[in-house]
């Protein structure tokens, strides 16, 4: 059983719904998570946050925060998305390290562009410590507005070890179906090791082309 949840920078609340088509897409490929029958029943829950590197609506950087509202849901995996490590503007904070700290998680970062005097991308929370590097694939087309990465990790949990894929996609419409075609092809390269999660900020709608790709 998954649990699911999305959060946005700009709120303070989470939403919990399995069929979510805001930030958290698919956050379970159907066809590629069948259970098995005679397995036992458990439950993993799974969270994405677009963290815009912690500031608030209020123009502050408050990285408690987004801890906060981590730590309220109590999830098991979480993927990131804008995420600051060591930049200027947000005072040199590593902010995987202070959430990892602030929430009692195992924390990755999933680099995507150098930028300003640091880095900045995507990152993973996990309950479980991951069982190898994280793999990290350069998405940025030629129309991107800024670099874009999608990063793949293997986390051992009770039920069965799961492949975690984790992105945020561009805002141009042909940049994103250049984005999920990649995407895709390495759900159908990796779909027969363990079953997958694809989660994070995807910028698009149920009636897109990168959707119907995705859902093909």
């Known amino acids: 059983a998954y649990e699911i949840y999305q959060c946005d920078w700009s ?9 979510l088509v805001n930030f958290l897409l698919f956050a379970a490929l159907a066809w590629w998570l069948l259970p098995n029958p005679n397995a036992p ?3 993993l829950r ?6 815009r590197h912690g500031l608030g609506m209020d123009r502050l950087l408050r990285l408690e925060r987004i801890a906060e509202v981590i730590n309220d849901f109590q999830p098991d995996i979480v993927v990131l998305n804008e995420v600051d490590m060591g930049t200027k503007r947000s005072e040199d904070l590593r902010d995987v390290d202070v959430l ?9 970062f999933a680099r995507s ?3 300003d005097g640091g880095e900045y991308g995507n990152a993973l929370l996990s309950r479980r410590k991951i ?18 990465s999608v990063f793949r990790a293997i986390i051992p949990s009770d039920a069965d070890t799961v492949q975690v894929f984790g992105t945020h996609l561009g805002l141009v419409e042909s940049e994103r179906q250049y984005q999920v075609q990649f995407i895709d092809s390495l759900l159908v390269h990796f779909q027969d090791r363990y079953p997958m999660l694809l989660m994070g900020d995807f910028n698009f709608s149920r ?3 990168a ?5 093909h």
């Not at 990892?100 to 990755?108: D, I, P």
């Not at 069982?131 to 874009?148: C, F, H, K, T």
Request: aromatic letters at 8%; a negative charge; hydrophobic letters at 30%.
């Open 100 to 108: 990892a700290r602030l929430t009692q998680l195992n924390g990755y």
């Open 207 to 209: 009636k897109s082309t």
């Open 11 to 19: 709120s303070d609340v989470c939403s919990s719904d399995l069929h």
């Open 131 to 148: 069982a190898q590097p994280l793999q990290v694939w350069d998405i940025s087309d030629s129309v991107s507005r800024e670099g874009r």
């Open 211 to 215: 959707y119907q790709i995705l859902t």
């Open 46 to 51: 799974v969270m994405t946050y677009n963290i």
């Open 41 to 43: 029943r458990h439950s």
């Open 113 to 115: 562009i150098d930028f």
